[in-house]
């Protein structure tokens, strides 16, 4: 009777925990009972084009989004960290930036995905394996996601990039593909869309080598990040942002003819340069911490920051709204990966 009896309260207690997990899953899906207005930063990047919808999918839940457009990560960075907006979407590496500089006022809350960086050759050469980057002149901007990919990709394969003929390029992607079409460089380190542009103008290439596979920076495109002021003050506001911006990307994935549409339009793209841009991004709101460790270890090996903020990086990251949105726990999310 006893053992009965201790499985009925086992099995009466893990109900009541599902009932608990299905109401607060429930709760994330309805409206705030007063409106909540935010900001929200946004760049024209593929990956991050499905943030246009974010606006629309937040008002389900009485919360009130104004855009504001950056043209880059560091500025976008700085307003989030003031908190002149509450929410964006940032580079891997912004959140171990500003902390190696003393900001600790930005939380990364999901991941955005991987394969928007990319790499591109002239059309009829390829570079198809790492050693075959020597004697190669690489066109870089220092400081990118992309550059970070690649150097520690360098570094990975036995190679020492202040050996490897480097081409500082200084300004927008378009300078990297006039590099490339006058020969001034063999290969751009470089992102979307300008791998496509050269690709469907007809005088690129994706080479065989792949830095989005470096094992200690991994292929992560971007961090979706809260001003830490914000979530104390917001969290169900903050709860109910996760659940529209997973459905955001639920959205883009189902319609990748939209996602295009969408970053043509914004982008002011041709459609096929945006198709192409996004052919190889892949949407994904897990958030890899131990390569977000990588990334800040490496930063601080190679005196991108003055001083090594791994140990301490986690504290600026929660798994606790995406667990809710999701149901899955923060191992599934990519604690561990």
């Given at each position: 009777?006893n053992r009965?009896?201790?499985?009925?309260c086992c099995?009466a207690?893990s109900l009541a925990?599902?009932?608990a997990?299905n109401?607060q899953?429930n709760?994330?899906?309805?409206p705030?009972?007063?409106?909540?207005?935010?900001?929200?930063g946004?760049?024209n990047?593929?990956?991050l084009s499905p943030?246009?919808l974010?606006p629309?999918e937040?008002?389900?839940y009485n919360?009130?989004i104004?855009m504001v457009m950056?043209?880059?990560?560091?500025?976008?960075?700085?307003a989030?960290?003031?908190?002149?907006?509450?929410i964006?979407?940032?580079?891997p590496?912004d959140?171990?930036l500003a902390?190696?500089?003393g900001?600790?006022s930005?939380?990364g809350v999901?991941?955005v995905?991987?394969?928007?960086d990319?790499l591109?050759?002239?059309?009829g050469?390829?570079?198809?394996?790492?050693k075959?980057?020597?004697g190669k002149?690489i066109g870089?901007?220092?400081g990118?996601i992309s550059?970070l990919?690649?150097a520690a990709?360098v570094?990975?394969n036995g190679?020492q990039?202040?050996?490897?003929?480097?081409?500082?390029i200084v300004?927008?992607g378009?300078?990297?593909?006039k590099?490339?079409q006058?020969?001034?460089i063999d290969?751009a380190?470089?992102?979307?869309p300008f791998?496509?542009?050269?690709?469907?103008?007809?005088f690129g290439a994706?080479?065989?080598?792949?830095?989005?596979?470096?094992?200690?920076?991994g292929?992560?495109?971007?961090?979706?990040?809260?001003?830490?002021g914000f979530?104390e003050?917001?969290?169900?506001?903050?709860?109910?942002?996760v659940?529209?911006?997973?459905?955001?990307?639920?959205?883009a994935?189902?319609?990748?003819?939209?996602?295009?549409?969408?970053y043509?339009?914004?982008?002011a793209?041709?459609?096929?340069v945006?198709?192409?841009?996004i052919r190889?991004t892949?949407?994904?709101?897990?958030?890899p911490?131990?390569?977000?460790?990588?990334?800040s270890?490496?930063?601080s090996d190679?005196g991108?920051i003055t001083?090594?903020?791994s140990g301490e990086i986690?504290?600026?990251?929660?798994?606790?709204?995406?667990s809710?949105?999701?149901?899955k726990?923060?191992?599934?999310?990519g604690?561990?990966?």
């Amino acid at each position: 009777m006893n053992r009965i009896w201790m499985a009925a309260c086992c099995f009466a207690a893990s109900l009541a925990l599902a009932g608990a997990a299905n109401a607060q899953g429930n709760a994330s899906r309805t409206p705030l009972a007063t409106p909540v207005k935010i900001k929200q930063g946004q760049a024209n990047v593929p990956a991050l084009s499905p943030l246009y919808l974010l606006p629309e999918e937040a008002a389900k839940y009485n919360i009130q989004i104004e855009m504001v457009m950056f043209q880059r990560f560091a500025d976008m960075r700085t307003a989030v960290a003031s908190g002149d907006i509450q929410i964006t979407a940032l580079g891997p590496q912004d959140i171990s930036l500003a902390l190696g500089s003393g900001v600790k006022s930005i939380v990364g809350v999901a991941g955005v995905g991987s394969g928007n960086d990319c790499l591109v050759v002239r059309k009829g050469e390829d570079i198809k394996s790492w050693k075959g980057v020597s004697g190669k002149r690489i066109g870089i901007g220092a400081g990118s996601i992309s550059w970070l990919k690649f150097a520690a990709s360098v570094q990975e394969n036995g190679l020492q990039y202040n050996k490897l003929k480097i081409v500082n390029i200084v300004g927008g992607g378009t300078n990297y593909l006039k590099a490339l079409q006058a020969k001034d460089i063999d290969m751009a380190v470089v992102w979307q869309p300008f791998c496509a542009q050269a690709i469907v103008d007809g005088f690129g290439a994706y080479p065989t080598i792949d830095h989005n596979r470096s094992k200690t920076i991994g292929g992560l495109i971007s961090v979706l990040a809260v001003n830490r002021g914000f979530i104390e003050k917001n969290p169900q506001a903050v709860q109910r942002l996760v659940v529209a911006y997973l459905d955001v990307l639920e959205l883009a994935r189902k319609d990748t003819k939209r996602w295009a549409k969408i970053y043509a339009e914004k982008a002011a793209l041709p459609e096929n340069v945006a198709a192409e841009s996004i052919r190889v991004t892949r949407l994904d709101p897990t958030l890899p911490l131990e390569s977000i460790k990588r990334i800040s270890k490496f930063l601080s090996d190679n005196g991108v920051i003055t001083r090594d903020v791994s140990g301490e990086i986690s504290q600026y990251y929660t798994y606790d709204f995406l667990s809710k949105a999701t149901g899955k726990s923060a191992e599934q999310l990519g604690l561990k990966k």
